[in-house]
Every structure is written in structure tokens, then in C-alpha cells.
């Protein structure tokens, strides 16, 4: 008869560790959800609102405050590069992140004339300065890095043309003053000897 009470109880207990451990994963399971989703969020509030905006419902509390270093101007220095007229607009700034959770600036928009141009993807993997802006900054955290814009055709004419444009990162608009910079130009064949 104690053999049968304690089978019950034995049972019971298994039970009750796994649903003890079933909620414990889905909690976890539910917080990495939000995180993941909060680090890819890509801002997009819904077909309503500014292209490239973050509705005040999915807004972080606190801001993001952003201070602009440089904004160079780099035209291509390729045969190819200069026949597509590309250049490179390298926009150096430091962004303290005062709100409650991590962010990028994955999404950041040069606007020129209307046109927008989102920051190049790749420029990570060649520039630690350019990674340290298109990786999440902690709540809390600051920055210091380069977000790089590839422009051609249009674009680079209107750059040249206004010598400015805008930056919208979060629903803030920072101005920026363009400086130029000198073409490199190629080395000279060495000489044969």
C-alpha cells in the first residue's frame, strides 16, 4: 500500500519539475523572441507612416542622441567607378543610446533631394569603424563609428551639386555639411629596370 503512495507522489513530483521546467523555457523562450525581434527590428511601423519612421508605439523610451563628426565626400578613383559617377559618403558621428533597450543604426537613411539611400551592409566586414555602428549598442552604451553611404548617377550629382544632405536615423533628422575630399589619384608605373 506504501509502494502505491509513493509511485503517486513520484509521479506527482516528475510532473511538477516538468512543468516548473516547460514554463521556465517558455519564458526564456519569450524573452529571446523580443530580444531577437527588438535587434531586427527594422523599423517599419506599418504602410501608414513615413517610410523608414519608427512608430511611437514600437519607440524605445528615452532617445538617442546623435552627434555628427564628418561627413566626407569621396569620389571613386576606378575607370569603371568614375564612368558610373559613384563616390562614397562616409559619415563619421558618436550616438549615445538613452533608451531602455539596444539599438542600431542598421536603419539610418541618407535623404538627398528626395532620394534615400540606406547605410552599405557590407561595410562592417572591411571597416572596425564602420562595425561599430551596425552592431547593437546597449542601452545606455555609446558609440563612436562611421555609417558608409555607395552613391552613383543622380545622387552623386545632387551631392556635389548642394554640397549637404540629411541623416534620419530613429525619426530624427541630423543636417550634414559635406567636406570633399581629393581624388587619389594612381601611382606612377615604377620604372623598369
Given at each position: 500500500?506504501?509502494?502505491?503512495?509513493?509511485?503517486?507522489?513520484?509521479?506527482?513530483?516528475?510532473?511538477?519539475?516538468?512543468?516548473?521546467?516547460?514554463?521556465?523555457?517558455?519564458?526564456?523562450?519569450?524573452?529571446?523572441?523580443?530580444?531577437?525581434?527588438?535587434?531586427?527590428?527594422?523599423?517599419?511601423?506599418?504602410?501608414?507612416?513615413?517610410?523608414?519612421?519608427?512608430?511611437?508605439?514600437?519607440?524605445?523610451?528615452?532617445?538617442?542622441?546623435?552627434h555628427v563628426l564628418s561627413s566626407v565626400f569621396s569620389p571613386a578613383v576606378s575607370a569603371s567607378g568614375r564612368a558610373r559617377d559613384r563616390a562614397r559618403l562616409s559619415v563619421r558621428l558618436?550616438?549615445?543610446?538613452?533608451?531602455?533597450?539596444?539599438?542600431?543604426?542598421?536603419?539610418?537613411?541618407?535623404?538627398?533631394?528626395?532620394?534615400?539611400?540606406?547605410?552599405?551592409?557590407?561595410?562592417?566586414?572591411?571597416?572596425?569603424?564602420?562595425?561599430?555602428?551596425?552592431?547593437?549598442?546597449?542601452?545606455?552604451?555609446?558609440?563612436?563609428?562611421?555609417?558608409?553611404?555607395?552613391?552613383?548617377?543622380?545622387?552623386?550629382?545632387?551631392?556635389?551639386?548642394?554640397?549637404?544632405?540629411?541623416?534620419?536615423?530613429?525619426?530624427?533628422?541630423?543636417?550634414?555639411?559635406?567636406?570633399?575630399?581629393?581624388?587619389?589619384?594612381?601611382?606612377?608605373?615604377?620604372?623598369?629596370?
Open positions: 500500500m506504501f509502494g502505491h503512495v509513493r509511485t503517486r507522489r513520484h509521479i506527482l513530483r516528475g510532473l511538477a519539475r516538468f512543468v516548473a521546467v516547460a514554463l521556465l523555457a517558455g519564458a526564456i523562450g519569450a524573452g529571446l523572441g523580443v530580444g531577437i525581434a527588438e535587434l531586427t527590428d527594422d523599423g517599419d511601423p506599418g504602410p501608414a507612416s513615413e517610410p523608414g519612421s519608427i512608430s511611437v508605439a514600437a519607440r524605445p523610451s528615452g532617445r538617442i542622441d546623435l558618436r550616438a549615445t543610446n538613452d533608451t531602455d533597450r539596444a539599438i542600431t543604426l542598421r536603419n539610418a537613411v541618407l535623404v538627398v533631394e528626395g532620394q534615400e539611400v540606406r547605410p552599405d551592409p557590407d561595410a562592417g566586414r572591411v571597416s572596425r569603424l564602420a562595425a561599430r555602428l551596425l552592431r547593437p549598442i546597449g542601452a545606455g552604451r555609446r558609440a563612436t563609428g562611421e555609417l558608409r553611404f555607395e552613391v552613383a548617377g543622380d545622387t552623386t550629382s545632387a551631392l556635389r551639386r548642394e554640397r549637404r544632405a540629411r541623416l534620419r536615423v530613429a525619426g530624427q533628422i541630423e543636417s550634414l555639411s559635406l567636406t570633399f575630399a581629393q581624388p587619389a589619384r594612381s601611382a606612377p608605373p615604377s620604372p623598369a629596370r
